[in-house]
């Protein structure tokens, strides 16, 4: 039996879906275009690989857009595809089993988290209280959904000229989420007293990984699995922080698509590392699409849990 799998085709683009609904409360005209164009793309490589089991989802702004139903609608009609709205608490168990070879089981326990475009899932790993490794998910002790991701952050404070002082109030706003979670109150007391890693599976991460590497352009290969020291995080943010606009346009691990976007994500990563500092991070170049292979396999018997 196999233990995982090999990638044999993939494709990402961003689509920026949840562009506007902070504001509007609806996703655009344009956005959705660009979203189904991208699945268009991605039925056509469904059909040329002969799939025939799949689990498609769609997360946040189609969670809080009121006309969310209505893309589906449209997603159905105009590509073939059917979209199930993961929930949050499945969005953030099935990062979790996206980022599991990544676990350092070693430590104490792990913050993940996953910075998305209209929200971000914290999810704490603990190890306590229960015999270590196998499936993490029977680990966590505690999860959240922030209604906060690099796009509704970067329309609320501004995403092209971010000075210190924008970067601030960005890293407020996430703080005062943070500040509400009760049932995270005892983490930082765990953190002092053990010893624990940071686990990031997004964008945010992996540029920040990419950048301090020196890639000439982005390599997978390299960035999965990463580990970065909390000095070597601090230095990469403060580094994009001083970047204008035009050079995190020519960085080649940054590019258009996410120049607006890259500091809006440090900075939720900011709220984060003040609130419960960990000495490491890992980064991963993997998550939610990972973990709903993983759980497929799975339920198919193809691999072990």
């Given at each position: 039996m196999h233990r995982s799998f090999r990638v044999v085709d993939a494709f990402s683009r961003i689509v920026r879906l949840g562009e506007g609904v902070s504001m509007t409360g609806r996703l655009s005209d344009a956005a959705m275009d660009r979203a189904v164009e991208a699945l268009r793309i991605c039925r056509a490589k469904l059909d040329a690989r002969g799939v025939e089991r799949?689990?498609?989802?769609?997360?946040?702004?189609?969670?809080?857009?009121?006309?969310?139903?209505?893309?589906?609608?449209?997603?159905?009609?105009?590509?073939?595809?059917?979209?199930?709205?993961?929930?949050?608490?499945?969005?953030?168990?099935?990062?979790?089993?996206?980022?599991?070879?990544?676990?350092?089981?070693?430590?104490?326990g792990v913050v993940l988290f996953d910075i998305g475009g209209g929200s971000s899932e914290l999810v704490w790993l603990d190890f306590a209280e229960a015999r270590r490794g196998g499936d993490p998910t029977r680990h966590i002790r505690?999860?959240?959904?922030?209604?906060?991701?690099?796009?509704?952050?970067?329309?609320?404070?501004?995403?092209?000229?971010?000075?210190?002082t924008v970067f601030e109030?960005?890293?407020?706003?996430?703080?005062?989420?943070?500040?509400?979670?009760a049932d995270w109150e005892p983490l930082a007391a765990a953190i002092a007293g053990g010893e624990y890693h940071m686990l990031g599976t997004s964008g945010t991460v992996t540029t920040l990984a990419g950048v301090h590497l020196g890639l000439k352009r982005y390599d997978r290969r390299r960035v999965d699995g990463t580990w970065l020291h909390d000095d070597e995080v601090g230095e990469m943010i403060d580094l994009l922080l001083g970047m204008s606009f035009d050079d995190r346009v020519a960085n080649p691990c940054i590019g258009a698509d996410r120049a607006d976007l890259v500091l809006a994500g440090c900075a939720i990563l900011e709220a984060?590392?003040?609130?419960?500092?960990?000495?490491?991070?890992?980064?991963?170049?993997?998550g939610l699409r990972e973990g709903i292979l993983t759980e497929l396999m799975i339920a198919d018997g193809r691999i072990r849990r």
């Open positions: 799949a689990r498609l989802v769609a997360t946040e702004a189609c969670r809080i857009a009121e006309n969310g139903a209505d893309f589906l609608e449209r997603v159905v009609e105009e590509t073939g595809l059917e979209l199930e709205v993961l929930s949050r608490e499945t969005e953030a168990r099935l990062a979790v089993a996206g980022c599991a070879s990544l676990v350092d089981w070693d430590a104490d505690a999860w959240t959904s922030l209604p906060l991701g690099v796009v509704t952050l970067s329309e609320r404070h501004g995403g092209v000229s971010v000075d210190p109030a960005m890293v407020d706003d996430v703080e005062s989420h943070l500040a509400a979670l984060i590392r003040r609130r419960w500092r960990c000495e490491r991070l890992r980064v991963a170049d993997r």
